[in-house]
């Protein structure tokens, strides 16, 4: 069983930067993608950024796009999310996912795609 958490999660003001962070222990056996989802209230779960750990290939959603980035230090199996010039629609409870599958495009951004889930960390953005 792959065991999932998320943490760096927090308040800051529109502009702010905060890095999020995700250990996931145990076997994907092969599902080598991993990904930041976010979710606010009354909205569906929404991929942020995806990572295919095997070769490092990454893609982002477009509101992410030159403001996030996700890396992942491989030598601690740790995934990372730096997300800088925060707005306030970036408020959500985000979540980090392990085990997808890739596509012929990159890893997997679909919520069906990953089999493994933390408990989500709360980003909240004020004006």
């Known amino acids: 069983q792959v065991q999932v958490v998320e943490s760096g999660g927090g308040s800051v003001q529109s502009g702010g930067s905060l890095r999020l962070a995700c250990t996931a222990s145990?076997?994907?056996?092969?599902?080598?993608?991993m990904a930041w989802f976010r979710q606010a209230p009354g909205n569906e779960r929404e991929a942020v950024a995806a990572?295919?750990?095997?070769?490092?290939?990454?893609t982002y959603a477009d509101a992410a796009k030159g403001r996030f980035t996700i890396t992942r230090d491989n030598a601690k199996n740790i995934l990372y999310l730096q997300m800088n010039s925060l707005k306030p629609e970036d408020t959500a409870m985000y979540y980090c996912a392990a085990g997808g599958g890739t596509t012929g495009w990159g890893p997997a951004t679909d919520v069906t795609e990953y089999y493994y889930w933390g408990q989500g960390t709360q980003v909240t953005v004020s004006v």
């Open positions: 990572i295919d750990t095997d070769d490092g290939s990454t």
């Open positions: 145990g076997q994907t056996y092969g599902r080598s993608s």
